[in-house]
């Protein structure tokens, strides 16, 4: 398995830009993809972004296609999301996620082993 712990929430403005960043511990990091999810209260959990383990690969919710990024710096074991142009209807916890060893890259939470604690992303107008 691997431990996951996000960081870099916090308190921004209409249209403003956030980083979060999510960093790993444990085995085969770097052989697995990696998704982001978030959660408001009152709503289920959903898809965000993954990113293959490679990297060569990135896929997004249309919510926020365009206005955020997915990457991944395997010799640091991290991954991070860059969010820009940030809505009030973003605000949530934000949960990174790791699939299983080489799965088949995914935006359903069920294909998702291992989940971080979550970071609280606030967007105020």
């Known amino acids: 398995q691997v431990q996951l712990v996000e960081s870099g929430g916090g308190l921004v403005p209409v249209g403003g830009s956030l980083r979060l960043s999510c960093a790993a511990s444990g085995r085969t990091f770097s052989n697995r993809n990696m998704g982001w999810f978030r959660q408001a209260p009152g709503k289920e959990r959903e898809f965000v972004a993954y990113?293959?383990?490679?990297?060569?690969?990135?896929y997004y919710a249309d919510s926020v296609k365009g206005r955020f990024t997915v990457s991944r710096d395997n010799a640091k074991n991290t991954v991070y999301l860059q969010m820009s142009d940030l809505k009030p209807e973003d605000t949530a916890v934000y949960y990174c996620?790791?699939?299983?060893?080489?799965?088949?890259?995914?935006?359903?939470?069920?294909?998702?082993?291992?989940w971080g604690q979550g970071t609280q992303v606030t967007v105020s107008s």
């Open positions: 990113i293959t383990w490679g990297g060569s690969r990135e």
């Open positions: 996620a790791a699939s299983g060893v080489l799965g088949t890259p995914s935006s359903r939470r069920s294909d998702y082993q291992n």
